[in-house]
């Protein structure tokens, strides 16, 4: 067999979709993103949302929102890919590393509450594998330290605390006590990426939680003219009758999403909850078959969350890196094409530049050091599933 780690799900359907909107002649921003938009706040229980190209646009714009920059702290755990901490770099604030908690993905809540201080402006948590983290007992943490909190923007202001930006570009579908993704932290940000559980090429979505005396409307505009150089009108408005001329309201960016990429989204978002059940079930049947005795395997449904399914990560007990690399190479030999998530930041050019050093994350360390993930996607024959297994048990 030849078990490819991540396709996109794509049918006629989603192809007919696209079709019709290079057909109609509106292929930029225009009514199909405008109605992707209406249905992921629907679906995410949020009052608004805004796409955009990717979703480290829509992390960094969430940053930009809240006004954070040269002199602001931002926290993110080192276990994470590098869009959750290169957003911080790209405003110009500090970036603030800290430990995942021993045997576990997400962030050390200790860690956080002792790295909070007068210039700390947001935390930054990470949905890995499309398991929620404890928003609760984050925003707790960050209540806590309210009497620290120095805010230097109105919408600092309205918050009244260190903001909660979560990085869930894993998690679109994910719940934590019956809540879903979208609606736990004050931002929240989701990728559509090609491999991602929905998909548009390339895009993401960034949600949010109605703030006290902040109109949700307005946080909207302003993304939208960070969006597009500052235009205070866009595409669509502008093709209304004597409506061509608009204002530059800053010198903002360019990260808008078209409507041949919404096309695609609305066709997936339609058949979402069926791809969410079959990874459900692949997830089941990995479970139920992998030799459980020398391997932790992620949890992703328990009483508290459900998970959106996105990643099946395996930790090979008692193994190494070396041990661990092997094993792909050998599963990739046997057609099982495996990924690894992920090598801790601290462990990359970039962040070493930094002056970061990956003794200091030493429970990051050890969960990247013998982890491996398993191909999970909809795309899956039962038939693969039980090939996948099978390998697995027989080489690890």
């Not at 309205?158 to 679109?172: E, M, N, P, T, Y």
């Not at 041949?260 to 909850?273: C, D, E, N, T, W």
């Not at 395997?297 to 009483?303: E, L, Q």
């Amino acid at each position: 067999m030849n078990i490819l780690f991540s396709p996109p799900d794509i049918t006629e359907e989603e192809i007919q979709a696209v079709s019709e909107a290079l057909r109609s002649g509106w292929i930029t921003t225009g009514p199909r993103t405008k109605e992707f938009e209406r249905n992921i706040a629907q679906f995410t229980g949020c009052n608004r949302a805004a796409c955009l190209n990717s979703a480290t646009a829509c992390l960094e714009t969430a940053l930009r929102l809240l006004g954070i920059g040269e002199g602001d702290e931002v926290i993110v755990p080192a276990y994470t890919y590098t869009a959750s901490a290169s957003v911080v770099a790209h405003v110009n604030a500090k970036l603030v590393l800290i430990d995942v908690e021993k045997d576990t993905y997400h962030l050390d809540y200790d860690a956080l509450e002792a790295a909070i201080n007068e210039s700390t402006k947001a935390v930054i948590p990470v949905d890995i594998g499309g398991v929620m983290v404890d928003y609760d007992r984050i925003r707790k943490i960050v209540e806590s330290k309210k009497n620290i909190f120095k805010a230097s923007t109105p919408l600092q202001e309205a918050l009244g605390r260190v903001a909660i930006v979560a990085d869930s570009a894993h998690g679109f579908g994910a719940s934590e006590g019956g809540v879903m993704s979208g609606m736990k932290a004050d931002f929240t940000s989701f990728s559509f990426h090609a491999v991602k559980n929905l998909t548009t090429a390339e895009g993401g979505a960034l949600t949010w939680r109605s703030i006290p005396g902040v109109d949700d409307e307005d946080i909207y505009k302003q993304i939208m003219l960070y969006s597009l150089h500052g235009q205070s009108k866009d595409a669509l408005a502008k093709t209304k009758l004597g409506a061509w001329e608009y204002d530059i309201k800053g010198t903002y960016y360019k990260c808008n999403m078209t409507d041949i990429m919404a096309s695609i989204g609305l066709v997936q978002l339609k058949r979402y909850p069926g791809l969410l059940k079959r990874r459900r079930d692949i997830i089941e049947r990995y479970t139920q078959g992998i030799a459980a005795d020398d391997v932790d395997i992620m949890k992703h449904f328990t009483d508290e969350y459900t998970s959106s399914g996105h990643l099946y990560l395996v930790r090979l007990l008692g193994k190494d890196v070396k041990e661990r690399n092997e094993l792909i190479t050998r599963l990739a030999e046997a057609g099982v094409a495996t990924n690894v998530h992920y090598k801790p930041l601290p462990m990359h050019t970039a962040y070493k530049n930094m002056g970061f050093d990956i003794k200091d994350f030493p429970h990051s360390y050890n969960m990247y050091r013998n982890e491996i993930t398993l191909p999970l996607h909809t795309c899956l024959t039962d038939e693969q599933v039980e090939y996948v297994i099978e390998q697995f048990n027989r080489m690890k």
